[in-house]
């Protein structure tokens, strides 16, 4: 089955771009420097699709690692650094990338008889990780600072992905 991986990064630089790594089920998947874009404008940012062809098991999980040590630490205080927000990471089960792209930014209401985008973004899911494994849980309106690690847990529930959080008790339990 595949599934179209789609991510967008705001990112206010300082000096250097942050660098991320991507895994899904643990396999690398690529690795590319973040691009600045501001977070005051409502312009989309570069997007990245990943087209994954999943292998038919139950549980899956996406990591994303940052390196961002960009900052002006000095005695003890710190004043600029290069700060990142996630706008897009969307998982939708498919093979189109142009659907992907126009259903997540398009101004059209979304019908009942389509599938609703809104169920693979898996950015209120994710858990950032930092350096001192501080762990915050959601990173859906948050400018973060410093390296670290964005993970999601997937579970194929009705066959789609979806983040474990989401899906029943009972469902969980279910062997395939």
Same mark, same amino acid.
């Given at each position: 089955?595949?599934?179209?991986?789609?991510?967008? =990064?705001?990112?206010?630089?300082?000096?250097?771009? *942050?660098?991320?790594?991507?895994?899904?089920?643990?396999?690398?998947?690529?690795? =590319?420097?973040?691009?600045?874009?501001?977070?005051?404008?409502?312009?989309?940012?570069?997007?990245?699709?990943?087209?994954?062809?999943? *292998?038919?098991?139950? !549980?899956?999980?996406?990591?994303?690692?940052?390196?961002?040590?960009?900052? %002006?630490?000095?005695?003890? =205080?710190?004043?600029?650094?290069?700060?990142?927000?996630?706008?897009?990471?969307?998982?939708?089960?498919?093979?189109?990338?142009?659907?992907?792209?126009?259903?997540?930014?398009?101004? %059209?209401?979304?019908?009942?008889?389509?599938?609703?985008?809104? %169920?693979?973004?898996?950015?209120?899911?994710?858990?950032?990780? %930092? !350096?001192?494994?501080?762990? +915050?849980?959601?990173?859906?309106?948050?400018?973060?600072?410093?390296?670290?690690? =964005?993970?999601?847990?997937?579970?194929?529930?009705?066959? +789609?992905?979806?983040?474990?959080?989401?899906?029943?008790?009972?469902?969980?339990?279910?062997?395939?």
């Amino acid at each position: 089955m595949f599934n179209i991986l789609a991510l967008g =990064f705001y990112c206010q630089l300082y000096k250097k771009k *942050p660098n991320i790594r991507i895994f899904f089920n643990d396999i690398f998947i690529d690795e =590319f420097d973040i691009d600045s874009h501001d977070f005051k404008t409502a312009s989309i940012p570069s997007l990245k699709f990943y087209q994954l062809d999943l *292998p038919d098991v139950k !549980e899956h999980s996406i990591k994303l690692e940052v390196k961002n040590n960009d900052s %002006n630490y000095n005695n003890g =205080f710190m004043t600029k650094s290069t700060l990142i927000k996630l706008h897009t990471c969307n998982l939708v089960p498919c093979d189109d990338y142009q659907y992907v792209f126009n259903k997540i930014y398009s101004n %059209n209401t979304i019908t009942s008889k389509e599938t609703d985008i809104i %169920n693979f973004n898996l950015i209120p899911y994710l858990v950032w990780k %930092n !350096e001192q494994q501080n762990l +915050i849980k959601n990173v859906s309106h948050l400018t973060i600072g410093g390296s670290g690690t =964005f993970t999601c847990d997937l579970i194929k529930y009705i066959n +789609i992905l979806r983040p474990i959080s989401v899906v029943p008790s009972h469902a969980k339990k279910v062997k395939y």
